[in-house]
């Protein structure tokens, strides 16, 4: 996995991860890390909003991608986003699903639960939105 074709910077909505390099559609960018807990305890620690770095796996299994050395979590939302989380082998990896030129930021859609739970108040600020 091309991980030296990333890094993490100041994006518009505070930290993002960007390409360093160019990375071909399909190519794989970055796996979600962290320890795996029951989906359950997941959805009692979401309930409260002490973490925001919960990836579900399945109904039994979500990453608690809280941790700074999981780069992935630096993976901003975007409703026009140019990767997508896929699973694995049991293991959540970003693949781009257009070609991300040097330069960009690599998005995802944090599908509309989060977007919700998280950006209700204050709407979506990713780049399509925001410029709308």
């Known amino acids: 996995m091309p991980q030296k074709k990333i ?3 100041r994006s518009h909505t ?20 962290g320890r795996r807990i ?14 925001k770095y919960m990836f579900e796996i399945n109904s039994r299994w ?8 999981n780069m992935a979590r630096y993976v901003n939302h ?21 070609t991300i030129a040097a330069g960009d930021e ?4 944090y599908g509309e639960e989060y977007v919700e739970l998280y950006f209700a108040k204050s709407g979506c600020k990713c780049v399509g939105c925001k410029e709308a």
């Open 38 to 51: 029951s989906t359950v305890k997941a959805q009692e620690i979401e309930s409260r909003r002490a973490n």
């Open 106 to 109: 690599i998005t995802i859609d």
């Open 62 to 69: 979500t990453i608690d991608g809280s941790s700074r050395r």
């Open 78 to 98: 975007s409703c026009e986003p140019n990767a997508e989380a896929e699973l694995v082998r049991g293991r959540m990896m970003f693949r781009a699903v257009e």
């Open 14 to 33: 505070g930290l993002g991860l960007f390409a360093t390099a160019t990375i071909r559609k399909r190519a794989l960018v970055v796996e979600y890390t």
């Open 7 to 9: 890094r993490v910077a």
